[in-house]
Each structure stands twice: as C-alpha cells, then as structure tokens.
C-alpha cells in the first residue's frame, strides 16, 4: 500500500511538473499581433517604464481612444511633470488623466475600473509590457466583467522576447511574473477556502 501510495504520488507530481512547464512555455511565448485598428473609448497604461507611456501618447494622437489614464503613478508625480518627462507637448492634457493610489496589478485593476465607471466607459486599449500582460488582463477582466479590452503589448529592450531561454535575466524575469500569474489566477480559490472556517465559525456564534 505504501509504495502504491507513493507511486500515485509520483505519477501527480510529474504530471503537475509537466503541466507548469508546458504553462512557462506558452506564458512566454510571443502574444498575438496586434490587429484591432477600432478605437476604443480610453487608452490604458500601467506605469513600468516610459516606452510604455510614450506609446500610450502615440495612440492617443493617432485617435485609438478618447481619454488616456494612467495607473499607478508616484503620489509625488503629476500631470505637468510627467507630460515634461515624458516629452509631450500640452496637447495631451485634456485628455489625460492619472491614478496615484495603485501599487500592484491588482490595484491598476481596481482603480481602472473605478475611472472606467466614473466616465462611462466600456472598451479600452491596454498598454503593457509583454511578459506583463497575462496578469494584467486577467485581473481587469475581473475588476470589469463585460467591458472590451484590446491587448497592447509593448516589448522593451532589456526583456528580450524573441529569444529570452538565451538570456538568464529575462529568464528569470518571466519565471517570477509567471509565479505572480499563477497566484492570481488561484487567489479566488485561495480566498475561498480561507473565508470558508471564517464564515462556519460566524454561523456557529449565532447558533448559541
């Protein structure tokens, strides 16, 4: 019984080992060219890098979207400085508008979703990295179930995607950010499970 027990235990582990490999691999792979040429009524960007802000300001003068936000900028940080850093003229600022309260992706996703609603919004274009995109549209789809989201990968040269098993940075970079996508995708699960003895001890005191 015992070596059976181990035998079935092995037999998971590899099958699970096999499937978060086959998972890295597609996590890596090169997303989907761009082709949605409609506009959408805002132009999202998650601050990283200012590749990712320029861009951003690039589709908005080509009329990709109405308004441009960008989320999680430093609370020291405002719109005049950061046109200045970003190199733009004072043509974006009616049409900007930045979050200052988001520290994570999770955060981008709520206070997008917040400003979504505050204009009235339904469709937008994410602007992010490419090795930062799985995450980032699983938790917007989330924050705003039934909202259309186009998918703006941005490739900035020190995550070179092309090749990245050559380069050990990058390597690393995408098995961290595919360790964050994994926690993502399994925190409902995870919140479950642990508001589940909370709420049985909730019933428990009621019923005395």
Known sequence: MLWGALRRLAITSAAL?????????????RPAPENESAPTDAIVVLTGGRLRLQIGMDLLRDGKGRKLFVSGVNQ???LGELLRVSGNADWASCCTALGHDADNTLGN???????????????????TAWYHMPRSLLELDRAMPGTKIVAHPVFPEEAE?????RSRSTVLLLA?????????????????LTSAP???????????
Do not use: N
């Open 76 to 78: 020291q940080v405002d």
């Open 17 to 29: 080992f096999m499937l978060c490999i086959v998972g890295f691999i597609w996590f890596a792979a």
């Open 161 to 165: 995607q092309k090749h990245w098993w």
């Open 176 to 192: 961290s950010e595919y360790g964050k996508y994994l926690g993502a995708l399994l925190r409902p699960v995870v919140e479950r």
């Open 109 to 127: 996703a709520r206070e997008t979703a917040q400003w979504m609603r505050q204009q009235g919004f339904s469709s937008l274009r994410l602007v």
């Open 198 to 208: 909370a709420s049985r001890s909730a019933e428990a005191e009621i019923g005395r």
